[in-house]
């Protein structure tokens, strides 16, 4: 029979691996995609709505982490992984979504803002690998008119991204009140202060 102080002692060491989690990943971001955290294009997308009940910041900030958190899944299996491609495109994804009334329709944008979100990233960060690019141009597939992804990196992002943009979606105004949105917000708050 377990005692409470067995159970608070196990619930205590999972919210400090989960914590510590975070801490890593919150450390993997800034370390490889700062320079697109403090970008002016990551502070208008936490303005801009996005699958309805989010913003594009969220979205994105959702994305990076569970892109990273399947890196580290991968890593444990002795599965090699590029965290800082990941990171990157990651955080670059959807960013030629900014100021979405630029495209016709949704179908335009579908097909559209990857080239776009290559841009953008081409502008943010230095030296941009073309592997980055492929990932960001292929993140849509099998949506709109795109290649299905080429590296494993690809992959993990393009994934990351359906199941958040599913999770947004389909759980419509309860994402509004998950942890998981107020961690982003609560990370969007301490990437403002960064560069403030």
Request: charged share 35%; glycine share 4%; with cysteine.
């Amino acid at each position: 029979m377990r005692t409470p102080y067995y159970e608070s002692t196990i619930h205590r060491q999972i919210r400090e691996k989960r914590e510590n989690r975070k801490e890593r990943i919150r450390g993997d971001l800034e370390l490889y995609g700062g320079e697109v955290l403090q970008s002016d294009e990551m502070k208008q997308a936490y303005d801009q709505t996005h699958h309805k009940w989010s913003t594009l910041g969220e979205h994105t900030m959702r994305v990076a982490m569970s892109s990273v958190m399947i890196c580290y899944a991968l890593r444990k299996l002795n599965i090699k992984v590029n965290i800082p491609l990941v990171v990157v495109a990651s955080l670059c994804h959807d960013l030629g979504m900014l100021d979405r009334g630029k495209f016709a329709s949704l179908k335009e944008s579908n097909t559209e803002h990857p080239k776009e979100s290559v841009s953008v990233a081409k502008e943010l960060v230095k030296d941009l690998p073309e592997e980055a690019e492929s990932i960001i141009e292929r993140h849509m597939w099998p949506i709109g008119e795109t290649e299905a992804p080429d590296s494993l990196e690809g992959a993990i992002v393009s994934v990351a991204d359906k199941y958040n943009a599913v999770k947004d979606i389909v759980k419509g105004s309860e994402v509004k009140h998950t942890n998981a949105k107020s961690y982003v917000l609560d990370e969007k708050e301490k990437i403002l202060e960064k560069v403030r």
